[in-house]
């Protein structure tokens, strides 16, 4: 898990707060499945990335079609996630997973604050989406 959270320090957007990363998963997965204390000792993004590598784990085992549903309302690139879920792959399919999803999520939070921050800098709007 150690070489997945420098991989997710280094690739997170600034702007993605976490949590409305954790919004954004529960608003995506359909249902409230994440809740964490941001507060406590440990590291936000290894919480994170603890939780939803659990969740994707159940998922992979006992539920396939729920998962490709949450990861394409999520936006998952398509061949990324192919290249995850072949049998020669023999990395931890879970944990590889995880972090594409929450990168893809903070992704989202972080363009919907730069487009927000630009229509309200152009006067064309001062709503975010």
């Given amino acids: 898990m150690a070489k997945e ?3 997710m320090r280094e690739d997170w957007p600034e702007k993605a707060n976490f949590e409305q990363v954790i919004l954004q998963l ?3 997965f359909g249902e409230d499945v994440f809740e ?3 507060a406590e000792g440990t590291e936000p993004l290894q919480q994170m990335l ?5 969740l994707v784990e159940v998922l992979l085992e006992k539920n396939m079609s729920k998962l490709l549903r ?3 309302r999520i936006d998952l690139p398509q061949e990324r996630f192919d290249v995850l879920l072949k049998p020669e792959n ?15 999520e903070a992704q989202k939070i972080a ?5 927000s921050q630009k229509r309200t800098i152009d006067g064309t709007s001062s709503q975010s989406s």
């Fill in 70 to 72: 949450w990861c394409y």
């Fill in 5 to 7: 959270l420098k991989s």
């Fill in 36 to 38: 964490m204390d941001l």
């Fill in 90 to 104: 023999t990395g931890n399919v879970a944990e590889e997973l995880a972090v594409l999803i929450l990168l893809r």
């Fill in 111 to 115: 363009l919907r604050e730069t487009w």
């Fill in 50 to 54: 603890v939780s939803v590598s659990n």
């Fill in 26 to 28: 529960n608003k995506d």
